[in-house]
């Protein structure tokens, strides 16, 4: 079995190979693609994979579209770190979708169901984004970030604001701790419900607007970073 794998953080791209080597000794990994220009060069290859494992979220936008633009005839089994991207849509016979931090059995489970499958089987990728089209859009509702040597799921509403500091963006909870995260701050401005979130400083933070009250502080303290 080829395997592609599209996923734009290291540690999870890893994890991956690492199961699937567990799952399936003899698979043939290749990847990960990291980007949408990526995936799309490695779909269009001569050697086209038997499964793709994508992350919904890239860096530079949504794997659907390294998907439609290569008509991608592979069954798809889709991995995310949060649900807000119409999860039912993706159960169809012959795709699947899989929350981080991936569980090995959960991953053998729908590697088993797309063995199950056959070519005549598999919907067109249309039909899944016309449903992703259909269903009503949701802000980011939580974050999986490295803590350790495993992974932590921080919710949405156990953040206090977001920083920039040496280039690097910040989580800083409630609890007083904070984590980085893999994503830019314009890309979080548009994850972030904008009812709670607003972004008072162009490039400095975003302010959860239950800690609007300490808005001078902070950006005080933004500017002497």
Not at 7 to 17: F, I, K, S, T
Not at 27 to 38: D, F, H, K, L, Y
Not at 52 to 76: K, N, W
Not at 119 to 124: E, G, I, L, Q
């Amino acid at each position: 079995m080829n395997v592609l794998i599209i996923e734009d953080e290291n540690r999870n791209a890893n994890r991956l190979v690492r199961l699937l080597h567990e799952i399936e000794p003899t698979a043939q990994v290749s990847g990960p693609a990291t980007s949408i220009t990526e995936a799309v060069q490695m779909l269009t290859a001569e050697s086209q994979p038997d499964l793709v494992l994508a992350d919904i979220q890239l860096t530079d936008g949504l794997s659907f579209e390294a998907l439609r633009q290569t008509d991608c005839q592979a069954p798809v089994i889709f991995t995310t770190a949060y649900d807000e991207y119409a999860i039912q849509a993706f159960k169809f016979n012959s795709l699947d979708y899989l929350l981080k931090p991936i569980n090995a059995e959960e991953l053998k489970q729908a590697i088993d169901k797309v063995k199950r499958i056959t070519p005549t089987s598999v919907p067109p990728l249309a039909q899944l984004l016309e449903a992703m089209k259909a269903s009503q859009y949701q802000y980011r509702e939580r974050f999986l970030v490295p803590f350790r040597d495993e992974f932590l799921m921080v919710p949405v509403s156990a953040i206090n604001h977001v920083f920039t500091e040496n280039r690097k963006v910040f989580l800083r909870l409630n609890d007083g701790t904070q984590h980085t995260v893999g994503t830019s701050m314009d890309e979080l401005e548009r994850q972030l419900n904008p009812q709670h979130f607003f972004r008072p400083i162009a490039s400095i933070l975003l302010l959860s607007i239950a800690c609007a009250a300490s808005l001078p502080t902070l950006v005080a303290s933004s500017w002497l970073r």
